[in-house]
């Protein structure tokens, strides 16, 4: 569990309403799938140019997702 900064490394998303920040977001939700994190994305404005997949659990409890996308 935690919270992922999604401008910090390794996602590096830039947030300035100009750069792609898709892969970057997506990244971060595929690699805390079931770790009840919280994807988080500070104050700006985060360019998205595909549609984001929540990846499922594979947990032995089921196929629940357990991760929250929260901005600023």
């Not at 500070?42 to 357990?66: C, D, N, V």
């Amino acid at each position: 569990s935690g919270v992922v900064d999604v401008t910090r490394p390794p996602y590096n998303a830039r947030g300035d309403g100009r750069a792609d920040d898709t892969g970057a977001i997506q990244q971060a939700l595929l690699e805390h799938p079931d770790r009840n994190a919280v994807i988080y994305l500070p104050h700006g404005t985060y360019r998205i140019t595909r549609t984001l997949k929540w990846p499922w659990s594979e947990s032995i409890e089921g196929r629940q997702r357990a991760t929250i996308l929260q901005g600023q």
